[in-house]
């Protein structure tokens, strides 16, 4: 049976030049990440006015992914199995401050977060401004609050060396048995796992914007 000739002109483009398009759906994501995870119609948008950016009219919605926002909106199980020892919970907490943007309607740019160092549970607090106050505020009530629940306050805790830790949070942590450290300046290794977690929650932010 003769096999009929295939219509060139009604091929699409993508079928025709799988590479190329590949390539074109990797251009568009790289320009997704840099222009701070931009939505693929604006991002054709933009293409339009700005030199030296590709031509994205052929990319479609259905193939342009988005791993971060796809991984934001990934939900996770719960895990029913009991921890055989919960206090452990408060053994070693890290935590740091940073600012978020686009500033959101409660105005409370800034947000407190700590993370527990082997299980990952994380607590996050926003925050009016890093004022040494609030932030001794804030730590002291949450701290308050493990002791009400746990009976027992965290036994370390970490903080990135900036200047929201005042002498009275310091002096209050040796008075509640709390061994505390900061990390020394521009050296972020030191904190190495609450970057981590500020910055892919930072992307996450904004992939969902």
């Not at 483009?13 to 693929?40: C, S, V």
């Not at 293409?47 to 030296?52: H, N, R």
């Not at 479609?60 to 991984?71: G, M, S």
């Not at 932030?135 to 306050?153: D, H, T, W």
């Amino acid at each position: 049976m003769p096999i009929e000739p295939r219509d060139v002109k009604k091929t699409d483009d993508t079928h025709r030049n799988p590479r190329g398009y590949n390539a074109l759906l990797q251009l568009t994501t790289l320009w997704h990440i840099r222009l701070e995870h931009l939505g693929l119609n604006l991002l054709k948008k933009t293409a339009k006015i700005t030199s030296g950016m590709p031509n994205l009219n052929a990319v479609k919605e259905e193939d342009f992914v988005c791993l971060i926002y796809n991984r934001s909106k990934a939900v996770r199980r719960l895990n029913l199995r009991a921890f055989p020892n919960p206090l452990k919970i408060l053994d070693t907490l890290k935590g740091n401050t940073f600012k978020i943007k686009p500033r959101p309607y409660n105005k409370r740019p800034i947000k407190l977060f700590i993370i527990n160092r082997k299980l990952r549970f994380k607590w996050m607090i926003l925050l009016s401004n890093r004022q040494k106050p609030t932030v001794f505020n804030a730590i002291q009530n949450l701290f308050n609050g493990f002791e009400n629940r746990s009976y027992r306050y965290p036994t370390r805790f970490h903080f990135d060396g900036g200047n929201e830790i005042n002498s009275l949070l310091q002096a209050w942590f040796q008075t509640i048995g709390t061994s505390f450290s900061t990390s020394a300046p521009y050296t972020y290794e030191q904190n190495g796992l609450i970057e981590r977690s500020v910055r892919v929650l930072i992307d996450r932010l904004k992939a969902t914007l």
